[in-house]
């Protein structure tokens, strides 16, 4: 059984329904535009996996949001910041902050679990995803295709006996103040809309791998992310925006509410956009009966302690496993 994470960054897994940023078009997120026939390859893992409305109820940051997904639970300080304009990680002996479930699996279980992991900056560090099996950390921003194509395809390809693999695509974080939706997309960093279809298209340049190579009918798929991103809310108008077609980062305020920029004022309505976060799990390892899924009230949390169960390890944190929900689960298409 192989495990297969790919986390990509400031990726909303969901909207809150009646917020457009043109005619029937919703903020980008992945259950919508699924469902509106933008992106068939996250329409496919979604039929055929188990789509979870997840959320994250913390800090709504890449260093917190990473190490949610890295430990499983919520209370995992230190985390990384900036000290002087330079990234700082207080990690010390006497505060060494939980273990992450990649380096704690390959503890556990030496030689049954055969790790790697493909990231960018910080999140190789001890406590989020680092691993002494097969690590690379690239600079800030490398181009998600190149982390797939340069690094991780080719490990994937000759060192056959992976089983649990960690890939960051971190450029959807960089593709913001800019517009949600624009007809026409020059340039995949040109709008969020115009990077989610490049992004489609790369993820089934990972699926066609798996299937090529004869390893998807044994690996279990996940698609996560850390955060999401304001639009068409409060905290979005607060920053600027003039308009719902304006990504504006993920800055706090956090629980923000629906705004109405026609009348400049809140509907009242909850957003919380950037806590909307990205969470499926498919892959031709998956049980047939738990394809085609929907799963409500998860938690960013809930990922490690899914990747675990799927791979036996004994891991303990705060989040539990979506597989021990299996009677909360709905038939539900996008």
Same mark, same amino acid.
């Given at each position: 059984?192989?495990?297969?994470?790919?986390?990509?960054?400031?990726?909303?897994?969901?909207? /809150?329904?009646?917020?457009? /940023?043109?005619?029937?078009?919703?903020? /980008?997120?992945?259950?919508?535009y699924a469902r509106?026939? #933008?992106?068939?390859?996250?329409?496919? =893992?979604?039929?055929?996996?188990?789509?979870?409305?997840?959320?994250?109820?913390?800090?709504?940051?890449?260093?917190?949001?990473m190490k949610y997904l890295a430990t499983g639970r919520y209370d995992a300080a230190p985390y990384w910041t900036t000290a002087n304009g330079w990234p700082y990680y207080p990690r010390?002996?006497?505060?060494?902050?939980p273990i992450g479930l990649f380096e704690f699996a390959q503890h556990y279980a030496p030689g049954r679990i055969r790790p790697a992991c493909f990231t960018t900056d910080h999140w190789i560090a001890p406590g989020y995803f680092y691993t002494a099996g097969y690590s690379v950390a690239l600079s800030a921003y490398y181009p998600d295709e190149l982390v797939w194509r340069e690094f991780a395809r080719p490990y994937l390809r000759k060192r056959r006996e992976w089983n649990l693999v960690y890939i960051y695509f971190p450029v959807m974080d960089s593709v913001s103040f800019c517009p949600s939706y624009q007809k026409h997309a020059p340039h995949p960093r040109s709008s969020k809309h115009a990077y989610? =279809?490049?992004?489609?298209? =790369?993820?089934?340049?990972?699926?066609? #791998?798996?299937?090529y190579n004869k390893l998807w009918d044994e690996t279990y798929l996940i698609l996560a992310s850390d955060h999401g991103y304001h639009a068409g809310c409060s905290t979005a108008r607060k920053v600027?925006?003039?308009?719902?077609n304006w990504?504006?980062?993920?800055?706090?305020?956090?629980?923000?509410?629906?705004?109405?920029?026609d009348e400049d004022k809140s509907t009242g309505r909850y957003s919380g956009c950037t806590r909307r976060v990205l969470f499926l799990v498919s892959g031709g390892a998956l049980d047939p009966n738990l394809?085609?899924?929907?799963?409500?009230? /998860?938690?960013?949390?809930?990922?490690?302690?899914?990747?675990?169960?799927? =791979?036996?390890?004994?891991?303990?944190?705060?989040?539990?496993?979506?597989?021990?929900?299996?009677?909360?689960m709905t038939s539900v298409s996008p």
């Open positions: 059984m192989r495990v297969l994470l790919i986390v990509i960054d400031q990726l909303p897994g969901h909207w /809150v329904n009646g917020v457009e /940023v043109a005619e029937g078009i919703p903020p /980008v997120n992945v259950w919508d509106l026939g #933008f992106t068939p390859n996250f329409h496919r =893992l979604i039929r055929e996996g188990i789509f979870c409305f997840a959320w994250n109820k913390g800090e709504c940051d890449t260093p917190h949001g010390t002996r006497d505060n060494p902050g989610m =279809l490049f992004l489609d298209s =790369l993820i089934g340049e990972v699926v066609e #791998f798996l299937e600027g925006a003039t308009s719902s990504c504006c980062d993920h800055p706090p305020p956090h629980d923000c509410e629906v705004w109405d920029f394809r085609g899924k929907v799963l409500r009230d /998860v938690e960013i949390i809930d990922v490690a302690p899914t990747i675990a169960d799927i =791979l036996d390890i004994p891991y303990e944190c705060e989040g539990k496993s979506i597989l021990k929900r299996k009677s909360e």
